[in-house]
Protein backbone atom coordinates (compact mmCIF):
# COMPACT_ATOMS: atom_id res chain seq x y z
CA UNK A 1 0.00 0.00 0.00
CA UNK A 2 0.78 3.39 -0.30
CA UNK A 3 3.32 4.91 2.54
CA UNK A 4 2.83 8.21 4.77
CA UNK A 5 2.25 11.15 2.05
CA UNK A 6 3.05 15.15 3.05
CA UNK A 7 1.92 17.95 0.95
CA UNK A 8 3.23 20.57 0.10
CA UNK A 9 7.01 19.03 -0.26
CA UNK A 10 8.16 22.17 -0.47
CA UNK A 11 6.73 25.88 0.93
CA UNK A 12 8.38 28.96 0.74
CA UNK A 13 6.39 31.75 2.91
CA UNK A 14 7.21 35.47 3.71
CA UNK A 15 7.46 36.16 7.66
CA UNK A 16 4.32 36.74 9.50
CA UNK A 17 2.23 34.33 7.03
CA UNK A 18 0.72 31.65 8.39
CA UNK A 19 1.09 27.96 6.67
CA UNK A 20 -0.44 24.52 7.03
CA UNK A 21 1.62 21.08 6.44
CA UNK A 22 -0.59 18.53 5.55
CA UNK A 23 0.49 14.49 6.42
CA UNK A 24 -1.82 11.15 5.17
CA UNK A 25 -0.65 8.43 7.29
CA UNK A 26 -0.49 4.83 6.03
CA UNK A 27 -4.24 3.47 6.23
CA UNK A 28 -4.59 1.59 9.65
CA UNK A 29 -2.14 3.41 11.48
CA UNK A 30 -3.67 5.31 14.83
CA UNK A 31 -0.30 6.70 16.09
CA UNK A 32 0.78 10.19 14.41
CA UNK A 33 4.02 12.02 14.85
CA UNK A 34 5.36 15.25 14.15
CA UNK A 35 8.88 16.29 14.01
CA UNK A 36 10.84 19.04 12.60
CA UNK A 37 14.61 18.86 11.26
CA UNK A 38 16.64 21.62 10.98
CA UNK A 39 19.22 21.99 8.53
CA UNK A 40 21.81 19.14 9.72
CA UNK A 41 20.49 18.44 12.64
CA UNK A 42 18.41 15.56 14.41
CA UNK A 43 14.79 14.84 15.09
CA UNK A 44 13.13 17.36 17.24
CA UNK A 45 9.70 16.01 18.09
CA UNK A 46 6.84 18.45 18.28
CA UNK A 47 3.47 16.39 19.02
CA UNK A 48 2.01 13.29 18.57
CA UNK A 49 -1.89 11.57 18.23
CA UNK A 50 -2.65 8.20 19.41
CA UNK A 51 -5.56 7.04 18.41
CA UNK A 52 -8.56 8.30 20.47
CA UNK A 53 -6.30 9.63 23.09
CA UNK A 54 -5.46 13.37 24.03
CA UNK A 55 -2.72 14.48 21.49
CA UNK A 56 1.03 14.94 23.41
CA UNK A 57 1.32 18.59 22.73
CA UNK A 58 4.91 18.74 24.88
CA UNK A 59 7.32 19.42 21.89
CA UNK A 60 5.96 22.39 20.03
CA UNK A 61 8.20 25.48 20.71
CA UNK A 62 5.10 27.82 20.57
CA UNK A 63 1.75 28.62 20.84
CA UNK A 64 2.11 29.91 17.49
CA UNK A 65 2.01 26.07 16.77
CA UNK A 66 -0.76 23.72 16.30
CA UNK A 67 -2.15 20.55 14.83
CA UNK A 68 -4.69 18.45 14.74
CA UNK A 69 -6.02 15.20 13.15
CA UNK A 70 -9.42 15.03 11.96
CA UNK A 71 -11.12 11.79 11.74
CA UNK A 72 -8.23 9.68 13.56
CA UNK A 73 -6.20 9.80 9.60
CA UNK A 74 -5.45 13.12 8.48
CA UNK A 75 -3.35 15.52 10.30
CA UNK A 76 -2.44 19.50 9.42
CA UNK A 77 0.30 21.12 11.82
CA UNK A 78 -0.56 25.00 11.21
CA UNK A 79 2.60 27.39 11.89
CA UNK A 80 0.92 30.79 12.61
CA UNK A 81 2.48 33.85 12.43
CA UNK A 82 5.90 32.37 10.85
CA UNK A 83 9.00 33.52 11.83
CA UNK A 84 12.50 32.66 9.67
CA UNK A 85 14.12 30.47 12.38
CA UNK A 86 10.77 28.05 11.47
CA UNK A 87 12.65 27.39 8.06
CA UNK A 88 12.81 23.39 8.84
CA UNK A 89 12.22 19.88 7.03
CA UNK A 90 9.00 18.83 8.72
CA UNK A 91 8.46 15.33 8.74
CA UNK A 92 5.21 13.41 10.04
CA UNK A 93 5.49 9.60 10.95
CA UNK A 94 2.79 7.12 11.38
CA UNK A 95 3.04 4.01 13.22
CA UNK A 96 0.29 1.07 14.20
CA UNK A 97 -0.30 1.33 17.70
CA UNK A 98 0.33 -1.36 20.15
CA UNK A 99 -0.46 -1.34 24.02
CA UNK A 100 3.19 -1.55 25.59
CA UNK A 101 5.22 -0.90 22.92
CA UNK A 102 6.37 1.74 20.63
CA UNK A 103 6.06 0.02 16.99
CA UNK A 104 7.89 1.33 14.03
CA UNK A 105 7.76 4.73 13.07
CA UNK A 106 7.28 5.03 8.80
CA UNK A 107 8.18 8.51 8.15
CA UNK A 108 7.06 10.74 5.10
CA UNK A 109 9.28 12.59 2.98
CA UNK A 110 9.01 15.96 4.46
CA UNK A 111 7.67 19.25 3.80
CA UNK A 112 10.72 22.08 3.32
CA UNK A 113 9.94 25.16 4.86
CA UNK A 114 11.58 28.18 4.38
CA UNK A 115 10.83 31.32 6.10
CA UNK A 116 11.97 34.60 4.17
CA UNK B 1 16.56 13.34 27.70
CA UNK B 2 18.02 13.29 24.61
CA UNK B 3 20.04 10.84 24.12
CA UNK B 4 23.88 10.83 23.25
CA UNK B 5 25.50 9.58 19.69
CA UNK B 6 29.07 8.77 19.35
CA UNK B 7 30.85 9.33 17.86
CA UNK B 8 29.51 12.15 15.58
CA UNK B 9 30.96 11.63 12.57
CA UNK B 10 32.84 8.72 10.77
CA UNK B 11 34.25 7.92 7.61
CA UNK B 12 35.11 4.83 6.42
CA UNK B 13 36.43 2.74 3.62
CA UNK B 14 34.26 -0.02 2.15
CA UNK B 15 34.56 -3.16 3.90
CA UNK B 16 35.31 -1.62 7.03
CA UNK B 17 33.58 -1.98 10.61
CA UNK B 18 32.15 0.79 12.52
CA UNK B 19 30.14 0.44 16.18
CA UNK B 20 28.13 3.83 16.95
CA UNK B 21 26.44 3.88 20.26
CA UNK B 22 23.22 5.28 21.88
CA UNK B 23 23.92 6.44 25.56
CA UNK B 24 19.96 7.61 27.68
CA UNK B 25 20.64 9.36 30.98
CA UNK B 26 17.16 7.64 32.09
CA UNK B 27 16.13 3.96 32.13
CA UNK B 28 15.18 2.40 28.68
CA UNK B 29 12.43 0.84 27.45
CA UNK B 30 13.35 0.16 23.69
CA UNK B 31 15.66 1.81 21.51
CA UNK B 32 14.75 2.06 17.59
CA UNK B 33 17.49 2.70 14.86
CA UNK B 34 17.10 4.68 11.47
CA UNK B 35 19.23 5.69 8.85
CA UNK B 36 18.50 8.89 6.89
CA UNK B 37 19.79 9.49 3.55
CA UNK B 38 20.92 12.86 2.16
CA UNK B 39 17.65 14.51 1.21
CA UNK B 40 15.25 11.62 2.13
CA UNK B 41 13.16 10.19 5.44
CA UNK B 42 14.59 8.40 7.63
CA UNK B 43 14.17 4.71 6.94
CA UNK B 44 13.99 1.92 10.34
CA UNK B 45 16.36 -0.50 10.59
CA UNK B 46 15.86 -2.15 13.92
CA UNK B 47 13.57 -2.07 17.45
CA UNK B 48 15.64 -3.57 20.19
CA UNK B 49 13.29 -3.97 23.58
CA UNK B 50 14.34 -4.34 27.27
CA UNK B 51 15.22 -7.86 28.38
CA UNK B 52 15.16 -8.75 24.01
CA UNK B 53 17.74 -10.30 22.16
CA UNK B 54 20.44 -8.72 19.96
CA UNK B 55 19.00 -8.25 16.35
CA UNK B 56 20.81 -8.07 13.22
CA UNK B 57 19.92 -8.59 9.88
CA UNK B 58 22.63 -8.71 6.77
CA UNK B 59 25.85 -6.98 8.29
CA UNK B 60 24.04 -4.51 10.56
CA UNK B 61 23.44 -5.57 13.91
CA UNK B 62 22.81 -3.68 17.23
CA UNK B 63 23.07 -4.41 20.98
CA UNK B 64 21.20 -3.31 24.34
CA UNK B 65 22.73 -3.07 27.51
CA UNK B 66 19.85 -1.89 29.93
CA UNK B 67 22.68 -1.59 33.15
CA UNK B 68 24.29 1.09 31.26
CA UNK B 69 21.31 2.30 29.29
CA UNK B 70 23.13 2.44 26.50
CA UNK B 71 22.70 0.21 22.80
CA UNK B 72 25.10 0.09 19.95
CA UNK B 73 24.80 -0.35 16.47
CA UNK B 74 27.31 -2.73 14.57
CA UNK B 75 27.88 -1.93 11.02
CA UNK B 76 30.37 -4.45 9.12
CA UNK B 77 32.10 -4.95 5.90
CA UNK B 78 30.63 -1.51 5.10
CA UNK B 79 29.08 -1.05 2.03
CA UNK B 80 28.76 2.54 0.19
CA UNK B 81 24.99 2.01 0.73
CA UNK B 82 25.44 2.44 4.22
CA UNK B 83 26.25 6.06 4.20
CA UNK B 84 24.02 8.45 5.94
CA UNK B 85 23.16 9.37 8.94
CA UNK B 86 22.33 7.09 11.51
CA UNK B 87 19.59 8.04 14.46
CA UNK B 88 18.68 6.22 18.05
CA UNK B 89 15.25 7.01 19.16
CA UNK B 90 14.96 5.95 22.79
CA UNK B 91 11.66 4.96 24.82
CA UNK B 92 11.77 5.84 28.11
CA UNK B 93 9.13 5.01 30.86
CA UNK B 94 9.86 9.22 31.80
CA UNK B 95 8.19 10.16 27.65
CA UNK B 96 5.58 7.74 27.78
CA UNK B 97 5.47 4.83 25.79
CA UNK B 98 5.52 5.09 22.19
CA UNK B 99 6.81 8.45 21.60
CA UNK B 100 10.37 7.86 20.67
CA UNK B 101 13.34 10.77 21.94
CA UNK B 102 16.12 11.08 18.89
CA UNK B 103 19.75 11.77 19.06
CA UNK B 104 21.59 13.81 17.48
CA UNK B 105 22.90 11.63 14.99
CA UNK B 106 25.84 10.23 13.73
CA UNK B 107 26.90 10.99 9.86
CA UNK B 108 28.76 7.70 8.35
CA UNK B 109 30.16 8.34 4.99
CA UNK B 110 31.86 5.00 3.31
CA UNK B 111 34.45 5.82 0.60
CA UNK B 112 35.55 3.33 -2.68
Sequence with gaps: ???????PSNKVTEKGKDVELR???????????????????????????QGNSAPDKSGLPSDRFSAERTGGSVSTLTIQR????????????????????????????????LVL | QQPVQSPQAVILREGEDAVI?????KALYSVHWY??????APVFLMILLKGG??????KISASF????????????????????????????????????????????????
Excluded at chain 1, 23 to 49: K, M, N, V
Excluded at chain 1, 87 to 103: K, M, Q, T
Aim: aromatic share 12%; net charge negative.
Design chain 2, 21 to 25: NCSSS
Design chain 2, 65 to 112: NEKKQQSSLYLTASQLSYSGTYFCGTETLNTGFQKLVFGTGTRLLVSP
Design chain 2, 35 to 40: RQKHGE
Design chain 1, 23 to 49: CDPISGHTALYWYRQSLGQGLEFLIYF
Design chain 1, 82 to 113: TQQEDSAVYLCASSLEVAGVAETQYFGPGTRL
Design chain 2, 53 to 58: EQKGHD
Design chain 1, 1 to 7: GAGVSQS
